[in-house]
T-cell receptor, first 114, second 114 residues
């Protein structure tokens, strides 16, 4: 238990569906992240939020839309996804964005796009 | 794009053996972290190194940051089945002011059998 929870743990959706992934951290951290983990690629940073403001958008397609309503919650809204978007989506948080701060990861949402 | 290549990609050894995992890049990083990820979970931080040439030990694990801060190694002595997992290195660099982000390596999947 790292203090970062993600729901749902597994999600199967069609290409025309709209769904949302939820992340919640109970650590009092100020920074939150979305990562994509595919079978044949390194862990890819998607979005970074610090104090609810987006700091970085790593050239992610617009079919992925993040939302950070407060420092404890982070959402990833999904619409019209492609089969190649199937992957493990990991949320993480850290105390701050400063170098050296440990990132605490949630267990991930395993997404399958059919 | 800053790439972190890990070698080997896969390693299957018997309990009691020693092993070394390498993490190499052509880019300089301000810090280097090592994570271990077990099936169904997110990565968990093992160590952070920030100084070129720095060596840190965590029980049977020894981590070294290269003098030029472009590479790192993880050495495990007398491996145990509990060491099984995906080992990820991650290089930290500044993106704005004091804000940093991590670039993850390609991963080394270790299996330790009895």
């Amino acid at each position: 238990e790292t203090g970062v929870t993600q729901t749902p743990r597994h999600l199967v959706m069609g290409m025309t569906n709209k769904k949302s992934l939820k992340c919640e951290q109970h650590l009092g951290h100020n920074a939150m992240y979305w990562y994509k983990q595919s079978a044949k690629k390194p862990l890819e940073l998607m979005f970074v939020y610090s104090l609810e403001e987006r700091v970085e958008n790593n050239s992610v397609p617009s079919r992925f839309s993040p939302e950070c309503p407060n420092s404890s919650h982070l959402f990833l809204h999904l619409h019209t996804l492609q089969p190649e978007d199937s992957a493990l989506y990991l949320c993480a948080s850290s105390q701050d964005l400063n170098l050296g701060y440990e990132q605490y990861f949630g267990p991930g949402t395993r997404l399958t796009v059919t | 794009t800053q790439l972190l290549e890990q070698s080997p990609q896969f390693l299957s050894i018997q309990e009691g053996e020693n092993l070394t995992v390498y993490c190499n890049s052509s880019s300089v990083f301000s810090s280097l972290q090592w994570y271990r990820q077990e099936p169904g979970e997110g990565p968990v931080l093992l160590v952070t190194v920030v100084t070129g040439g720095e060596v840190k030990k965590l029980k049977r694990l020894t981590f070294q940051f290269g003098d030029a801060r472009k590479d790192s190694s993880l050495h495990i002595t007398a491996a145990q089945p509990g060491d099984t997992g995906l080992y990820l290195c991650a290089g930290g660099r500044l993106i704005t002011g004091t804000a940093s982000k991590l670039t993850f390596g390609t991963g080394t999947r270790l299996q330790v059998t009895l």
